[in-house]
C-alpha cells in the first residue's frame, strides 16, 4: 500500500520559515521524481518545486530563492523548506510522487497558513 505522509505545516508570520516533510511508504522512493503543489482556496493546483530521482530540481518563479526542495532516499523522504514566508504562500500544500508512468500518487495535505 503506497502512502505519502505530509507534516510540518502550520501557521507562521510573515517573513518566518516552515519546513514540510513527505514520508514515503510503499514505493521504490528512489526511482521517482518527487514534488510539492500547492493549493489556496478557490484556486486550482499548482506546482511548487520537484526534484527529480537523480537530484535535479525545478521551481515556480513565485519561490526561487526562498524554497528549497531536498531528498533523503536513505529515509524514503522529500523536504521543503520554506524560507521568508509571505501570506500569499497560504495554502494546502501536497507532495507527489510520479514513476513517470501510471504510479503517480498524492499526499493527503498539510495546511499553511501565513498570517500575522
Known amino acids: 500500500q503506497v502512502q505519502l505522509v505530509e507534516s510540518g505545516g502550520g501557521l507562521v508570520q510573515p517573513g518566518g520559515s516552515l519546513r514540510l516533510s513527505c514520508a514515503t511508504s510503499?514505493?521504490?522512493?528512489?526511482?521517482?521524481?518527487m514534488a510539492w503543489y500547492r493549493q489556496a482556496p478557490g484556486k486550482q493546483r499548482d506546482l511548487v518545486a520537484d526534484i527529480t530521482s537523480g537530484g535535479s530540481t525545478k521551481y515556480a518563479d513565485s519561490v526561487k530563492g526562498r524554497f528549497t526542495v531536498s531528498r533523503d532516499n536513505a529515509k524514503n523522504m522529500v523536504s521543503l523548506q520554506m524560507n521568508s514566508l509571505k501570506p500569499e504562500d497560504t495554502a494546502v500544500y501536497y507532495c507527489h510522487a510520479d514513476r513517470g508512468d501510471w504510479r503517480k500518487y498524492w499526499g493527503q495535505g498539510t495546511q499553511v497558513t501565513v498570517s500575522s
Open positions: 510503499g514505493i521504490a522512493f528512489r526511482l521517482y521524481s
